[in-house]
């Protein structure tokens, strides 16, 4: 059966993915910078509870009836912060290694040609190369996310139903960004002749879309916003002399004062207007521009699910009465755009690799 043909192609490719000596290298030392970063969010979770404990009981002692600010609880999701930048580097390293030489080797080895003579079909073939290194990225993933749970078991920090869901949101959406450039390594790898050349070319476009992208879009957006718009100006203070009288004694004190509410003055009213949509400009052209960026959308997804309230803030920014504590739900209906943009660019890679595989000549 075609299926049968299928999975045993990917269990062979996943087999020889984890077998393999660069395959393991490279994920210990992801999985040692990561139990190092979980570490260290532990640390940084605890102190964040101590200091969280204290206000409440300072806030006990001096009960105050008109309060109305209360401190937030930290969140376990906190802990996973630190781990969002190693695994955008050497988690994309290990999802490059995986792909730049799936196809490119069975060409210079002239294998591909005597694994066709088989009775298995081209796509059979690309299909079962693709699931099987999706399947050795999951299993990385797995084992990142198991020593973070265990590590968060070992010191007495047991997360609640919500937070599980959002750890394991967490990892799909490492394993998604993970997945973008393992799908620019196969097309790489399927368009090249030779290995080399197939990483050359994953890395550039790793380091276009990193970085470089980015950083034009942030020119672009600049040049399309214009000048920013200039404020009013602010009227001088004035100076107020208070003269208090103690024991007999007078003493003069000199403060500073300002005669002026921005929030009631009109000039200052369409400065913010003004300022609003010359922000709002330069969002737009950013946000176009980072949408091709699977970095940057790992970014703002994975903050969605571990500060849902900063992510809220960062999509809100001139929103008068933000949510007290967002739920995940909402921060993830926030960021939906660079959910899609994820799911988008590793489909789009692998549908060309597909074609291009389809149609190669092995001669």
């Not at 994309?92 to 730049?100: C, D, H, K, Q, T």
């Not at 994953?202 to 916003?225: H, R």
């Amino acid at each position: 059966m075609a299926l049968d043909r299928l999975l045993n192609v990917a269990r062979k490719e996943f087999v020889d993915h984890i077998t393999s000596r660069r395959f393991a290298i490279i994920l210990g030392l992801l999985l040692v910078i990561s139990t190092i970063s979980i570490y260290d969010g532990i640390e940084n979770y605890n102190n964040s509870l101590e200091a969280y404990t204290e206000q409440l009981r300072q806030m006990e002692e001096f009960d105050d009836p008109y309060r109305s600010w209360m401190p937030q609880k930290p969140s376990i999701m906190y802990v996973f912060i630190s781990m969002m930048s190693y695994m955008t580097m050497l988690g994309g390293i290990l999802a490059i290694a995986i792909g730049f030489d799936l196809v490119s080797k069975e060409k210079e080895t002239r294998s591909l040609k005597s694994l066709l003579s088989h009775p298995v079909y081209r796509d059979e073939i690309i299909n079962g190369k693709a699931l099987g290194g999706v399947g050795a990225l999951g299993f990385a993933m797995a084992l990142a996310l198991a020593i973070a749970l265990a590590l968060l078991l070992i010191f007495s920090v047991v997360p609640t139903l919500e937070e599980f869901a959002g750890i394991l949101i967490f990892g799909a959406v490492s394993l998604g960004f993970l997945l973008a450039y393992f799908a620019v390594a196969l097309m790489m790898s399927t368009a090249a002749k030779e290995s080399g050349n197939a990483l050359i070319y994953t890395l550039v476009i790793f380091f276009a879309v990193s970085s470089l992208l980015p950083m034009f879009g942030a020119m672009a957006a600049n040049a399309f916003a214009g000048d920013p718009p200039e404020p009013p100006e602010v009227p001088m203070q004035k100076e107020v002399v208070h003269v208090a009288s103690i024991g007999g004694y007078s003493s003069t004190s000199v403060s500073q004062s300002v005669v002026y509410s921005g929030a009631e003055d009109p000039e200052w009213k369409a400065y913010e207007e003004e300022m609003k949509t010359y922000i709002e400009k330069q969002r737009f052209i950013s946000d176009i521009s980072n949408l091709l960026s699977p970095q940057t959308n790992y970014y703002t997804v994975a903050i969605a699910v571990t500060n849902p309230q900063l992510s809220s803030m960062i999509a809100s920014p001139y929103d008068t009465a933000p949510e007290e504590k967002p739920g995940l739900a909402g921060a993830l209906g926030k960021v939906w755009m660079n959910i899609a943009a994820l799911i988008v660019f590793p489909s789009a890679f692998f549908a060309a690799t597909y074609v291009k595989f389809m149609r190669m000549d092995i001669r």
